[in-house]
């Protein structure tokens, strides 16, 4: 999806329930974010779970017992929907698909109508271990039901029966597709580098690479480390995952070359972890996410399609 999200349907004042109803966005903006990778998509997906409660009759909404509960399974339902059509989509995507990034987190903004100011949707998204890159990127290559399964019951702690009755299948079913699901996040764990160490790590590899220093790049960088970038054919970017430190060192060095007189690197949090991001006239142009394993650079994800890059705007 890449159309702006639209505002909240308008809230009937006299529901006595508001106030529960619009606590809940949060949780569904951070469930439909692992869900999908895609701040975008995760705003449309919760918008129209409150269409769709809305579009109800006051009859109708009285007897849901739960509201909180139809939120949740309507919300995951439109996200596994959202999840089987992406791999349609994703074949005419120009280049290599990255999740959408977030940008470090703010202060929290009341997503009620006229709680003053306007909402930005990475305020509601609890940064943790479950929206680095490396993690998404992994959800990325699971089927949609193992996804939701998986981010119901492992992340949000939802039981196997709860889980069930969202998705539409059996708890022993659901109990297979997390196990599964599990065995392919065992390559995405925690790094158990202190995250002061991380950050220096990164640190590091900014400064030598502005330095344009091709040895001290190499020292950082893992022997078998991989970037990939995505420009979604909005943005130049290499088509194809670069493999090896020594080339990614090279490709990174040619980076610094041709690095444009009044675009600047900075270091930024992105999605919870160190990162970089190249900012040129203002804008951030550029989201430069790492993996560090042990002390070197295992993965280096670059995002440049200016679609993924709307939470930046603030720098």
Request: net charge neutral; aromatic share 6%.
């Given at each position: ?14 529901d ?10 949060r949780?569904?903006i ?10 975008a998509?995760?705003?449309d ?16 909404q009285d007897?849901?017992d ?8 309507v ?8 999840l ?9 995507y ?15 903004i009341?997503?009620r ?44 702690r ?9 998705v539409?299948?059996t ?16 390559t995405?764990?925690p790094?158990?580098?202190p ?9 590091d ?12 790049l ?7 480390a ?7 054919g909005?943005?130049t970017a290499?088509l ?12 990174w060095?040619?980076?610094?070359r041709?690095?444009p ?9 992105v ?29 280096i994800?670059v ?7 709307s ?5």
């Amino acid at each position: 999806m890449t159309t702006p999200s639209v505002p909240v349907p308008e809230l009937r004042p006299t529901d006595p329930r508001l106030d529960s109803l619009m606590s809940e966005r949060r949780h569904l903006i951070n469930l439909a974010y692992r869900l999908l990778g895609s701040l975008a998509e995760a705003e449309d997906a919760v918008q129209e779970t409150y269409t769709r409660w809305y579009a109800m009759s006051r009859q109708q909404q009285d007897a849901i017992d739960s509201p909180a509960a139809w939120l949740t399974t309507v919300a995951s339902r439109i996200c596994l929907n959202v999840l089987s059509s992406a791999r349609a989509r994703r074949e005419t995507y120009v280049g290599q698909w990255l999740p959408e990034p977030l940008p470090e987190p703010t202060e929290w903004i009341s997503g009620r109508p006229g709680g003053g100011g306007a909402v930005d949707p990475a305020d509601r998204v609890t940064l943790d271990e479950s929206v680095n890159l490396a993690f998404l990127i992994v959800l990325d290559s699971m089927t949609p039901a193992q996804r939701v399964v998986f981010i119901l019951h492992d992340v949000f702690r939802y039981s196997f029966a709860e889980v069930a009755e969202i998705v539409g299948r059996t708890p022993a079913a659901c109990r297979q597709l997390a196990s599964s699901a599990r065995r392919r996040t065992r390559t995405a764990q925690p790094s158990g580098t202190p995250p002061a160490e991380r950050a220096g790590i990164v640190r590091d590899f900014k400064q030598a690479w502005e330095a344009k220093d091709i040895d001290t790049l190499l020292g950082l960088l893992d022997p078998d480390a991989t970037a990939i970038s995505d420009g979604g054919g909005l943005a130049t970017a290499f088509l194809h995952p670069i493999e090896g430190g020594e080339q990614v060192a090279r490709a990174w060095v040619e980076i610094a070359r041709r690095r444009p007189g009044d675009m600047t690197f900075l270091e930024r949090t992105v999605n919870g972890q160190p990162g970089v991001v190249a900012e040129q006239d203002g804008r951030i142009v550029t989201v430069f996410a790492f993996e560090v394993t042990g002390q070197k650079i295992k993965h280096i994800w670059v995002v440049r399609n200016p679609e993924k890059l709307s939470g930046w705007a603030r720098g």
